[in-house]
């Protein structure tokens, strides 16, 4: 059974930088895509960063320069790294695996979620 479980959220000044982390558990990375999405009150869940098993890297066009997305497979885990928070960053951060790529950043692309992890971003 496969089982996402993120942490390194917390509240930090804007300017501050964060690292998310995604445990994953009981998973396959061959050919699949693994991604954050993340998802403010009252908002859709929305596109952050997904990559390949094989390395390839894609970005919400508004978060590319500010966010990393790095897979750890030796360690089964997924990273987020972001840098420069802004207000408008603060979310539920979601990971989420098992994506064909066909779509890398679909929500609907990918079979498994995780709980999250809250990013609170002041002012």
């Known amino acids: 059974q496969v089982q996402l479980v993120e942490s390194g959220g917390g509240s930090v000044q804007a300017g501050g930088s964060l690292r998310l982390s995604c445990a994953a558990s009981?998973?396959?990375?061959?050919?699949?895509?693994m991604g954050w999405f993340r998802q403010a009150p009252g908002k859709e869940r929305e596109e952050v960063a997904a990559?390949?098993?094989?390395?390839?890297?894609w970005y919400a066009t508004s978060l590319k320069g500010r966010f990393t997305i790095a897979l750890d497979k030796s360690k089964n885990a997924l990273y987020l790294q972001m840098n420069s928070l802004k207000p408008e960053d603060t979310a539920m951060y979601y990971c989420?695996?098992?994506?064909?790529?066909?779509?890398?950043?679909?929500?609907?692309?990918?079979?498994?979620w995780g709980q999250g992890t809250q990013v609170t971003v002041s002012s």
């Open positions: 989420a695996a098992g994506g064909n790529c066909r779509r890398p950043l679909s929500q609907y692309d990918y079979y498994y």
């Open positions: 009981g998973y396959t990375y061959s050919s699949r895509c």
């Open positions: 990559i390949h098993s094989g390395g390839s890297t």
